[in-house]
């Protein structure tokens, strides 16, 4: 009986001995992980924003936010969402070190929902992450996001790319093309935080989720890094990005309001009102003149209807809008247009740039 104990007892002992040297076998991907995150996890910042609002009593009082951010250059400039420092009175920074940076807002862009900050770090101190491209992403690659949810600084997941090409509208109210989707973890936090591929390039910058529970449910999304770098540059420059402009007020044209109206076009973007003096009003477009009832819809009626921008069909204001965001202040475009009393003509109109404040038109 005691022989058998002893031979159970050294059978055990050898299960024990074997188990912890099974758990060092890292796979290859655990091993990219890894290094990844201990390359990368420097650049990747806390940032704390404080808002001042009113509290029950109308007594104004500070509340905090936190978001996550990247190290993109050695001067100190910090990307993140625009979200995260949004209407903030004061900024702060926090390393992967612990060590702590009052931040200056550089500039931001509510409509691809991209900041830029900066601090004044010592170059040693700072880990930059590079940027890659997110053109030609494959659905089924793998990512990694770094962020700090919940207020929990440095912590990293990993997923895939679920999905390519959606479209998700900024805190500015514009929609923002070409979105990945990503079923690594982002929650609350994590906002501002790289979107990183297996060669440790940021392709994205974490944005948003999907959630019925305001905490991730396997839908993230985020910005792709080309928009990103169209941005960034004019925000360090300038303070904001330039849009191109028409100088004008557009509306959907529905096929139900096209048949109450007797119009020969059933589909494309309206000019309700020109802007004197606007690019649109310089290249001899019209806008409305006469209002009329609808069903229960009071419209503008009488001015163009634009159905393409330089080849590419018009079916409403978000169409005309999103290809237009493709053009810059000073390019040329063709617009073809059909007029209220239904002849078609081609107009090129000089893009302007956007007054500041001005709405998405």
Known sequence: MRQRLWKAWVVGLSVMVVIPHMAWSLTEDEKNNIELYERLSRGVVNITSTVLERDFFFNIVPRQGAGSGSVIDEKGYILTNHHVIEDARKLEVTLYSGKKYAAKFIGSD?????????????????????????????????????????????????????????????????????????????????????LIDSSGFMIGVNTAIFSPIGANVGIGFAIPIDTVKQVVRELIDKGYYSYPWIGATLMTLFPDFAEALKLRVFRGAMIVELVSGGPADKAGLRGGKTRVQVGNTIIVVGGDIIVSIEGQAVESTEDFMRILRRYRPGDKVALDVVHWEGDRDRVTVVLGERPRGYGMR
């Open 110 to 194: 509510p409509n691809s929902d991209v900041a830029v900050l900066k601090i004044d770090a010592p170059k040693k101190d700072l880990t930059v992450i590079p940027m890659g491209t997110s053109k030609d992403l494959k659905v089924g690659q793998k990512v990694l996001a770094i962020g700090n949810p919940f207020g929990l600084g440095q912590t990293l997941t990993t997923g895939v790319v679920s999905s390519v090409g959606r479209t998700l509208r900024a805190p500015g109210g514009a929609l923002v093309e070409d979105i990945i989707q990503t079923d690594a973890s982002i929650n609350p936090g994590n906002s501002g935080g790289p």
